[in-house]
């Protein structure tokens, strides 16, 4: 006989470990989203893996209860699948900055998400390098000052959500710090789709990028009727650079990484591999 369902409250995920990040930093916003969204979907901490890089958004899993990991700087992806890899039946979740996730760690997003590993990836982006001391990063806007940009950004930003629908992420996010509950859910969205989930968070940096008076104006919802399938309209949303989209702009199902890992096992088991004598034969 199975025992009883064991369900945590929110509280219940918080470890001793307190947040030291800056009063109204965006980052405990996106954490409260995450502790309701584990108890909402009852994901026991035993069955739960939390992996971070470096930025003040690294400091994540050890604020919650769970299996963690605080890697090096930009290799929350590959320490991820590695965890999925080894054990297919543990939750993971992987966050990280901008920086982390868009500069040194940029090129294991697309590998990532053509892999299509069963986990979530929240990007915490507050378009700043928060944590030394407010130097521009990958999704800074152009002409942006800062201590390393002291006469403006010259350079483009990039875009996360069209970044990850053209490598071929099979759920693409976004959501906003100051939007608990709609990020909750989203979140929870995430966590749900089988396969690589992409969810970026605009998480405003109260010391160094203070948007909050800038983003509200600029928040829309993905339309109701958007067809999440849809890989050239949810392009459309992600291009659409004068609004901040807010919602699930692709989603559609494919072989997770897993899966495949899975039939190639299945046939290895099932071949009649050579024996050594014949191999060594070959040379000899």
């Given at each position: ?132 001391k407010g130097q521009y990063s990958p999704t800074s806007p152009t ?38 509950k709609e990020l909750t859910q989203l979140i929870n969205r995430a ?66 990484f897993e899966e495949g890992m899975h039939q190639v096992i299945t ?18």
């Amino acid at each position: 006989m199975s025992g009883p369902v064991v369900s945590l409250t929110p509280q219940e995920y918080k470890t001793e470990e307190h947040p030291i990040w800056c009063p109204g930093c965006g980052d405990f916003g996106v954490l409260a989203s995450l502790y309701q969204s584990l108890s909402a979907l009852n994901i026991l901490p035993k069955d739960l893996t939390v992996i971070s890089g470096i930025g003040c958004s690294g400091r994540t899993p050890g604020f919650v209860k769970s299996y963690g990991f605080h890697v090096v700087h930009g290799r929350v992806l590959p320490v991820s699948l590695g965890v999925k890899a080894a054990n297919p039946k543990l939750t993971v979740i992987g966050v990280g900055g901008d920086g982390d996730g868009f500069a040194i760690g940029g090129g294991h997003l697309p590998h990532a998400s053509r892999r299509n590993p069963d986990m979530t990836y929240i990007i915490m982006d507050n378009a700043v390098y928060g944590l030394t001391k407010g130097q521009y990063s990958p999704t800074s806007p152009t002409g942006y000052q800062a201590g390393s940009t002291p006469y403006g950004n010259t350079e483009q930003p990039l875009n996360p959500l069209a970044m990850t629908i053209a490598y071929g992420a099979t759920f693409v996010g976004q959501g906003y710090s100051g939007k608990p509950k709609e990020l909750t859910q989203l979140i929870n969205r995430a966590i749900e789709h089988k396969g690589f989930a992409f969810l970026n968070v605009i998480s405003p940096c109260i010391t160094f990028n203070n948007t909050y008076k800038v983003i509200p104006a600029k928040l829309k919802e993905v339309p109701a009727d958007h067809d999440v399938t849809n890989q050239a309209k949810a392009f459309e949303l992600a291009l659409q650079n004068d609004v901040v989209q807010l919602g699930v702009l692709y989603q559609v199902r494919k072989p997770t990484f897993e899966e495949g890992m899975h039939q190639v096992i299945t046939k290895a088991q099932a071949a009649s591999p050579p024996r050594l004598d014949e191999i060594f034969s070959e040379f000899s």
